[in-house]
């Protein structure tokens, strides 16, 4: 779990009780801006924190609706997403809250249509290329895409704050982030050997086996072992794990 994230629903049985749990949460605010004749929470003596809600799939539809309609005055905040665009999916009650659209490379004038209410989107070629449709203004955008590979580096940076690792877990991480770097795919055996006369083969073993279930060091198909983590990492972070 992401260390900001207060709640994720995994499961589909997961996700009325959390939609339900939100509504309620809205309601509250609701009384404490009649309580205090305020019309917006930032206005409240105690302002509440503002709470956004991500959401990929098509169901309870009914929920979403409720939400995007009256959290924004609530502190509440929608970003919704989907791969199969139908009305079914996104339904006009629901499009007319949401007060930004934004359209990625689709199959289909039909596709584009639901989303973003025009044509465009089916002609969109370049990875992340999007158009942004907010009140009456249309702009073509280049969304911040993420390759596979990016991704997994900046979750496993992300992960470098949550874990505290073994002095042996610091030198096979080092010894792998060295070996990506150098462009050398190294079996486990392989980094075994590089670190033999520093680690015992069965540490070692150990060390790989945690980090790649950590996610800070791959295992591709063939597998050869290379480290997650990106050319660079947030000030400090080298310093504190590879010390």
Do not use: W
């Amino acid at each position: 779990m992401l260390p900001h994230a207060v709640r994720v629903a995994k499961e589909e049985k997961d996700v009325a009780p959390l939609l339900d749990a939100l509504t309620g949460e809205m309601q509250a605010h609701f009384h404490a801006l009649e309580k205090e004749h305020a019309r917006h929470v930032d206005k409240l003596q105690n302002p509440p924190p503002h709470l956004v809600l991500v959401v990929e799939g098509k169901e309870n539809i009914t929920r979403l609706e409720r939400l995007a309609q009256l959290g924004r005055s609530a502190g509440i905040h929608l970003i919704l997403a989907t791969q199969q665009p139908s009305v079914a999916v996104c339904p006009g009650t629901l499009k007319t809250n949401v007060p930004a659209r934004v359209g990625l490379a689709m199959a289909t004038m039909q596709d584009s249509r639901v989303i973003i209410d025009q044509n465009g989107a089916e002609e969109l070629t370049p990875p992340g290329q999007a158009i942004l449709v907010r009140g009456v203004e249309t702009v073509k955008v280049m969304t911040p895409y993420l390759p596979d590979e990016e991704r997994a580096q900046r979750l496993a940076a992300l992960r470098l704050g949550q874990v505290e690792l073994t002095e042996a877990e610091k030198l096979v991480l080092q010894e792998a982030r060295r070996m990506s770097q150098d462009g050398t795919k190294v079996t486990m055996r392989g980094m075994c050997n590089q670190l033999s006369g520093q680690l015992a083969e069965e540490k070692a073993r150990a060390a790989l086996k945690h980090l790649r279930e950590l996610g800070l060091v791959l295992e591709t198909r063939r597998r050869m072992m290379q480290s997650s983590l990106p050319q660079r990492l947030p000030r400090g972070s080298e310093t504190t794990l590879l010390a």
